[in-house]
Nanobody, 130 residues
Framework: QLQLVESGGGLVQPGGSLRLSCAASGFTLDNYAIGWFRQAPGMEREGVSCISASGPNTVYGDSVKGRFIISRDSANNTVYLQMNNLKPEDTGVYYC???????????????????????WGRGTQVTVSS
């Protein structure tokens, strides 16, 4: 089983920024598509963004498009989620997940389907509040 560890969450005011990290040990993240998900209290876990292994290609949910940026740092074996202009509705626990499914590996197709991912981190809390 792959081990993923998220970090970088915290409390931020509306309009602020945070950068989340998804780090791996024992395997190379470049060989997997990586998805970011979030889960607000009482809500389903939803897909936020994905970066494919090939290309790479990136995909964003409509609610974060233009505000969030996903990227890879191969040297540090880490995937980042830069979150700008944060809103209270961005509050939740953020998870990263890894997939080797061909559709995700190449294009992040169906990136929001949780069953397409095999390995998950434990999450990091993001709270956007004044």
């Amino acid at each position: 089983q792959l081990q993923l560890v998220e970090s970088g969450g915290g409390l931020v005011q509306p309009g602020g920024s945070l950068r989340l990290s998804c780090a791996a040990s024992g395997f190379t993240l470049d060989n997997y598509a990586i998805g970011w998900f979030r889960q607000a209290p009482g809500m389903e876990r939803e897909g936020v963004s994905c970066i494919s292994a090939s290309g790479p290609n990136t995909v964003y949910g409509d609610s974060v498009k233009g505000r969030f940026i996903i990227s890879r740092d191969s040297a540090n074996n880490t995937v980042y989620l830069q979150m700008n202009n944060l809103k209270p509705e961005d509050t939740g626990v953020y998870y990263c997940a890894a997939s080797s499914r061909p559709t995700l590996y190449l294009y992040c197709i169906n990136y929001g389907e949780k069953t397409e991912y095999d390995d998950w981190g434990r999450g990091t809390q993001v709270t956007v509040s004044s």
